[in-house]
């Protein structure tokens, strides 16, 4: 599941032509009222999903346009000098699926299968960011060499989605991993469970049962015992980038079990993880916020309000199933997502404040405004009084004999009044 950012509003999200089948969220493990939240398009906390085929994601690592009904090239994950294409290192690309959400982030889920977990290492050692594995593909006795990191990386960046790793860094270091691992028959105690589970969380083969005491961060769940049978059918080991799924199927039918997943529990996790990415990204866009740009500015604030009243989902709500809440909570604890919500508080302080300081500055400028057209007209009452002597001189000199009296009668009753009060204001 790899993390992905764009600035496609909710309206350019409907009409740009992503690949794949367009389809609704419909997964069993998510409550109705969630679902009917991030299924409303058009609005920043609606999800666009897009079923993405076989053929269509080997067409896209590869690279290699394939025809209706041909076989598809088989691929290889190699060590670095590794010659020609040996079967243990065969892995194929499975129905994936892409998640745009309306708020600014998005998800490409990767289906792989493998013959053991070397290969798996290979394709997405989490906690390594560097990787030298080589890639390569055969096809009618052809065989070439491809990228699949830098391959997924051009196919996101043409669809205006850009991965939170940097570029020079493998694709898959700021990924998460939903890994299954299927066995035969049920099992008896949680201990095995445990076991199972934490194996696949490791990226070893099952029948190895490593341990690792040294992780903090891991939990499990399991499946209610089913009493008839007296045994547990399947169960979860969570940490803070995996979700281990170590089930029971009595046909080995890993392809059933990752469409089941990828249909039900898959959105699920996404739904927390969105959150984490979603306050990453606000972070981002607030550090590179435009000083002088309030449009830009009420736009962030409103997408961070719509964020924290309709974009984040308590455990509570998100499912009918305690196993589901309980891996939802788990998600959402172990990437301290909670407190990466809360924080969005102090993010939408900070932005009431440039606000104000846009509002201050707005204010300032009207009363400068305002000063300068005061002055302007207490020149223009300044100027015009030489220009009403002179108007009067001219009526004196050149008016006729009525206009006259009136002007030396005015101009003697203004000079009486004048006297007057000076003559007060002395006096006092």
């Given at each position: ?350 932005l009431d404040e440039r606000e104000k300081e ?51 009668s005015l101009l003697f009753l203004l000079s ?13």
């Amino acid at each position: 599941m790899i993390p992905l950012k764009h600035r496609h509003s909710a309206k350019e999200i409907n009409e740009i032509g992503f690949p794949g089948e367009k389809c609704l969220v419909e997964s069993e493990d998510i409550s109705e009222s969630v679902k009917q939240t991030i299924n409303v398009p058009d609005t920043l906390h609606s999800v666009t999903r897009y079923k993405l085929s076989e053929k269509e994601m080997v067409e896209i690592a590869t690279g290699f346009s394939i025809e209706e009904k041909a076989p598809l090239p088989l691929l290889y994950a190699l060590e670095p000098g590794q010659e020609g294409t040996p079967e243990d290192c065969c892995f194929r690309l499975c129905d994936s699926e892409l998640y745009i959400f309306g708020i600014g982030v998005a998800f490409l889920v990767l289906g792989f299968t493998y013959p053991n977990a070397t290969i798996l290492r290979r394709i997405c050692n989490l906690g390594f960011t560097t990787s030298n594995t080589v890639y390569r593909y055969r096809s009618d006795n052809q065989i070439c060499d491809f990228d699949l990191n830098q391959r997924f990386r051009c196919f996101c960046e043409s669809l205006g989605l850009i991965p939170f790793s940097k570029e020079g860094t493998p694709l898959f270091v700021e990924s998460h991993v939903f890994n299954i691992g299927v066995v035969r028959n049920r099992f008896k105690t949680l201990d095995e469970i445990r076991a199972g589970s934490k194996t696949l969380h490791l990226q070893e083969d099952l029948d190895r049962h490593v341990t690792d005491d040294s992780e903090e961060d891991v939990f499990y769940t399991y499946s209610v015992k089913t009493q008839e049978l007296d045994s547990h059918r399947f169960g979860y080991c969570i940490t803070s980038q995996t979700v281990s799924y170590f089930v029971a199927n009595s046909k080995l039918d890993i392809d059933y079990e990752m469409r089941d997943q990828l249909k039900d529990a898959v959105p699920m996790v996404l739904l927390a993880l969105y959150q984490k990415y979603t306050c990453l990204h606000f972070r981002e866009l607030l550090s590179i916020l435009p000083p002088n740009n309030r449009d830009a500015l009420q736009k962030l604030k409103l997408a961070m309000m719509e964020f924290q009243a309709y974009g984040t989902f308590p455990a509570a709500g998100m499912s009918r199933w305690h196993n589901t809440k309980q891996i939802y909570k788990y998600i959402l604890d172990t990437n301290g997502i909670p407190e990466a919500v809360a924080a969005q508080s102090l993010s939408l302080k900070i932005l009431d404040e440039r606000e104000k300081e846009f509002e201050e500055k707005e204010e300032k400028e009207r009363d400068r405004r305002s000063n300068l057209v005061l002055f302007l007209l207490s020149l223009f009452g300044v100027l015009s009084i030489p220009e009403t002597v002179v108007s009067l001189l001219k009526s004196i000199l050149h008016g006729s004999w009525k206009e006259v009296t009136v002007t030396i009668s005015l101009l003697f009753l203004l000079s009486i009044t004048i006297l007057i009060l000076l003559f007060r204001k002395k006096k006092k």
